[in-house]
């Protein structure tokens, strides 16, 4: 089945500064990579997401990218806010009726 | 429009007993899919339901199993319960058409097994 790694653990920055979040899958078919966002107590909820037929979509200061050569895809973060502060997941799915699957999280720490 | 609800909220149960939990999905949404989260492993598939049908299942032994009904609701279930079954428990619905869409999470079933 599909494995999605996720790095770093934890990510440390200065309000203000950028964050890179990084992701690599295993299964060439996957075609769907979406990003939730869980703060401390709350539900995941999806931030952004991107489909296999484009290489990045941006939404504000958030932005995915997708190497599908390399099978990575990374979140960008720009002009980090104490409210981006939570766990970021990734996750990879061939769609149909195939579950999700998740990297095991980023904890992003927005530094005042 | 209501978000997903789970009940309860929190459960204590001793190990070899069995718990069931609730999912409501939102209004219109057929899709339940349940995960599990623990600290350091993250999200993972349980299982997902589809018109009453379970659709896909994930790598976990039969002790989990579930059921949707006719209004979509869901339920999950774990019998003989052990130590490592203590984890957030959330359900996510979605339109249903494919996996390829946004899930609407729950709240989550905090679940401890002692």
């Known amino acids: 089945g599909e494995n999605v790694e996720q790095h770093p653990s934890t990510l440390s920055v200065q309000e203000g500064d950028s964050a890179v979040i990084k992701c690599t899958y295993s299964?060439?078919?996957?075609?769907?990579f979406p990003w939730y966002k869980q703060e401390l107590g709350k539900r995941p909820q999806l931030i952004i997401d991107?489909?296999?037929?484009?290489g990045e979509k941006k939404d504000q200061r958030i932005a995915v990218t997708l190497n599908k050569t390399a099978k990575h895809f990374s979140l960008h973060i720009t002009e980090t806010q104490p409210e981006d502060s939570a766990v970021y997941f990734c996750?990879?799915?061939?769609?149909?009726?195939?579950?999700?699957?998740f990297g095991k999280g980023t904890h992003l720490i927005i530094q005042p | 429009k209501a978000g997903v609800t789970q009940t309860p909220r929190y459960l204590i149960k001793t190990r070899g007993q069995q718990v069931t939990l609730s999912c409501s999905p939102i209004?219109?949404?057929?899709?339940v899919s349940w995960y599990q989260q623990t600290p350091g492993q993250g999200l993972q598939f349980l299982f997902e339901?589809?018109?009453?049908?379970?659709?896909n299942k994930g790598n976990f032994p039969g002790r989990f199993s579930g059921r949707q009904f006719s209004n979509s609701r869901s339920e999950m279930n774990v019998s003989t319960l052990e130590l490592g079954d203590s984890a957030l428990y959330l359900c996510?619905?979605?339109?249903?058409?494919?996996?390829?869409?946004?899930?609407?999470f729950g709240s989550g079933t905090q679940l401890s097994v002692l």
């Open positions: 996510a619905s979605s339109f249903g058409g494919t996996t390829n869409e946004k899930l609407f």
């Open positions: 299964d060439s078919a996957s075609n769907y």
């Open positions: 991107i489909r296999s037929n484009v």
């Open positions: 996750a990879a799915s061939k769609g149909g009726a195939d579950g999700l699957t």
């Open positions: 209004s219109g949404h057929r899709s």
């Open positions: 339901y589809f018109s009453e049908t379970q659709r």
